[in-house]
């Protein structure tokens, strides 16, 4: 149980693309889902919280208008990274859970944003 | 942005050796700590979790440790195996699993055959 799917695992595209990033929890629903980077041999940092049917509460640092969050079911939260540039190449993981604080969060395999 | 050459701290062991991974997390204030494992190019998984009323949990062949005192928490694995080989991260939060983590830096675990 407590399945989450990312989607695409990988994207490759040019600077100056939009690129949207799907995180489904498959078998539970999610209240919470969490959208975290990744650069490599580094640890995961919290870009921003979601929450069903609420505004994304952003991480200091991290822009609103560059990372746009939609969070529109208990099953289903959206990463669009905006206008993207190489600097936006990164490990993009999120994670979900269901209850506040007994159960752990379920982290998706991540998709690999590479910016040419 | 990000860091050139940055590298993980390594510890190797022979398989069938038990493994102890450590970690100072930062908050007095948090409640509540897990470890996850990640192999490469994929996600986290949960290995154990342990609130910060107990400063022990076992599950199999993994136990946690935690002293509040000195803000150190560890990981031992029992009997290492080639498929134990992976990152290992710590986490903390000041409520639950399902609220906001702050992650360590991450350990590289490595199984010798």
């Known amino acids: 149980g407590a399945v989450v799917s990312q989607h695409p695992s990988r994207v490759i595209c040019k600077s100056g693309t939009s690129v949207k990033i799907e995180c489904r929890s498959l078998?539970?629903?999610?209240?919470?889902m969490f959208w975290y980077r990744q650069f490599p041999k580094q640890s995961l940092m919290l870009m921003a919280t979601?929450?069903?049917?609420?505004?994304?509460?952003?991480e200091q640092g991290v822009e609103k208008d560059k990372f746009l969050i939609n969070h529109a079911s208990l099953t289903l939260s959206t990463l669009t990274v905006t206008s993207a540039h190489p600097e936006d190449s990164s490990f993009y993981i999120c994670?979900?859970?269901?209850?506040?604080?007994?159960?752990?969060?379920?982290f998706g395999d991540g998709t690999r944003l590479s910016i040419l | 942005g990000e860091s050139v050459g940055l590298h993980l701290p390594t510890l190797s062991v022979q398989e069938g050796d038990n493994s102890i991974i450590n970690c100072a997390y930062s908050?007095?204030?948090?409640?509540?700590f897990i470890w996850y494992k990640q192999e490469s190019g994929k996600g986290p998984q949960f290995i154990i979790d342990i609130r910060s009323n107990m400063d022990k949990r076992q599950g199999q062949r993994v136990t946690v440790l935690l002293n509040k005192t000195v803000k150190h928490l560890s990981l031992q694995i029992a009997a290492t195996q080639p498929g134990d080989s992976a990152v290992y991260f710590c986490?903390?939060?000041?409520?639950?699993?399902?609220?906001?983590?702050?992650f360590g830096t991450g350990t590289q675990l490595k199984v010798e055959l």
């Open positions: 994670s979900a859970s269901w209850t506040s604080d007994d159960q752990p969060q379920h």
């Open positions: 908050n007095s204030a948090s409640d509540y």
């Open positions: 979601s929450n069903e049917g609420s505004k994304a509460t952003y």
């Open positions: 078998d539970f629903q999610a209240t919470t």
């Open positions: 986490a903390e939060s000041l409520t639950g699993g399902g609220n906001k983590l702050t």
